[in-house]
């Protein structure tokens, strides 16, 4: 039969060190305001342990916490877990096959490479309303894992660790969420990610990753502000990146209603474009297969083409745009350039090529120019 144990000052209250050593499944912990220490650490097995303060900070637990391998379930509410030594604030063993569920919390990592929270085993993982600061969340190598992420923060802008690291195979869901620092799959990524209407800072994509991005944000203002690479598929609607999208390898790509400052493909990937606006620079090499609709392709005098290709690439366009603002467009080596063009800021349009008959523009006049 599941308990209610309160913890605290009052008289109705018992000691915190005397309600661990009783602890039993599905007893649920009301902790009243105040520090809790556990210099040596916990774990929990089924149990639900929840903050009474205003603010999860009221409430806080200084030392981590483990899931046990036997563990169905651990339910955190309204607390603040402040590990003050090198350890996960919270850790998830491989053994294990449950669930933890954090609503209203705050998670305070150590700020090295040991992740705030970390996932080994299966996993259910759920963020409602959560904030990870000084830390990563991170799904190991032999993660089976769901994170669902929603109306929640993780904060650790690191310029040598990621803030969001998914390993394993799983599937993560993030809405209405903010990842600053690196989110990052891996070589042995299998994993489906969802992000809905949520901001990250830059995100690096390997392995087997299928991304899923609407009404998102990337906000770094890099070249591979998003650089996606392996055997990556991605699939962007009406989304925003402020710097470039960087594809790489055997990337595969579908991009809807976004605007993106620039846009870099190599070697053997496969981009599909619609209602797209690059805002200053796009360059297709290797053997990179492009094909834009509705697509406009603008320069802004930071770059000297607005529109490459080279190597093999090939771009077939469909009513573009193409808006050169002092820019040029060229396409080299054996690059191929077929489409028509719906507008332009250029009545004619010199294109820097060594092989005209690779070109094929039609709706707006053009020259050839060598250089």
């Not at 912990?29 to 929840?50: A, H």
């Not at 891996?186 to 991005?213: C, P, R």
Request: proline fraction near 2%; aromatic fraction near 8%.
């Amino acid at each position: 039969m599941a308990r209610i144990i309160r913890v605290g000052a009052g008289g109705s209250e018992i000691g915190w060190h005397e309600a661990l050593k009783d602890l039993q499944a599905d007893d649920v912990i009301l902790l009243e305001p105040g520090y809790y220490e556990l210099p040596q650490g916990l774990k929990l097995t089924d149990v639900t342990v929840k903050g009474m303060g205003a603010s999860p900070e009221d409430t806080t637990i200084l030392g981590y916490l483990t899931v046990s391998e036997d563990s169905h379930f651990v339910n955190l509410e309204n607390l603040c877990i402040n590990t003050n030594t090198d350890h996960n604030s919270l850790f998830v063993p491989t053994e294990t096959d449950g669930y933890l569920s954090l609503r209203n919390c705050s998670i305070k990592g150590a700020g090295t490479d040991t992740a705030a929270i970390a996932a080994n085993g299966k996993v259910t993982l759920e963020l409602y309303s959560t904030q990870v600061t000084n830390g990563s969340v991170s799904m190991f190598a032999n993660a089976d894992f769901r994170l669902e992420m929603n109306d929640s923060v993780i904060d650790y802008p690191s310029e040598e660790y990621c803030a969001l690291a998914l390993e394993g195979k799983g599937t993560a869901i993030i809405n209405n969420s903010h990842i600053h620092g690196s989110t990052n799959t891996f070589t042995k990524t299998n994993a489906e990610v969802d992000i809905n209407n949520s901001s990250l800072d830059y995100m690096i994509l390997h392995g087997q990753t299928w991304l899923n991005m609407l009404n998102s944000t990337v906000k770094s203002f890099d070249d591979a502000a998003l650089y996606i690479s392996d055997d990556c598929w991605v699939n962007i609607v009406n989304s925003r990146f402020n710097g470039g999208i960087y594809f790489d390898q055997k990337a595969r790509a579908i991009l809807q209603n976004c605007t993106l400052d620039r846009l870099i493909a190599i070697n053997e990937a496969r981009i599909t474009m619609t209602g797209c606006q690059v805002l200053s620079h796009a360059d297709f090499q290797d053997q990179v297969e492009a094909d834009a609709t509705r697509v406009s392709f603008n320069g802004n005098g930071d770059y000297e083409y607005f529109l490459a290709l080279n190597g093999k690439a090939h771009l077939a366009g469909h009513n573009l745009i193409l808006n050169a603002n002092g820019s040029e467009l060229a396409i080299k080596d054996n690059a191929k350039f077929n489409s028509n063009v719906l507008a332009s800021d250029q009545t004619s349009l010199e294109i820097e090529c060594q092989k005209p008959k690779n070109v094929h523009v039609y709706g707006l006049n053009w020259t050839a120019k060598r250089k």
